[in-house]
């Protein structure tokens, strides 16, 4: 049975893989889980999700109602580049 379309949630993943100091580093926020990274990385992340929840409030939207169109057009104006989205 497919949940109801109220019921959908969606979640930004993000996941660093150059940390070499060993340690763990996971941000649960609004709409994304970020795992790992160095402490630089992990920062990079952090930002960028918000600003992707930013822009996502200004659009009145929520993520679960954008295109994958709409979801790669606010990823490239905060800055994120096609090799960064899988």
Avoid: C, W, Y
Wanted: aromatic share 4%; hydrophobic share 35%.
């Amino acid at each position: 049975m497919l949940p109801k379309k109220e019921d959908k949630k969606s979640l930004i993943l993000g996941v660093g893989l150059d940390n070499a100091d060993g340690h763990v580093r996971i941000t649960r926020g609004e709409n994304f889980r970020l795992f790992g990274g160095s402490e630089e990385t992990h920062g990079a992340m952090q930002e960028k999700a918000v600003k992707f929840n930013e822009k996502l409030k200004d659009r009145g939207k929520r993520l679960e109602e954008v295109s994958k169109e709409e979801f790669r057009d606010i990823a490239h104006e905060i800055g994120l580049s096609d090799k960064q989205l899988l």
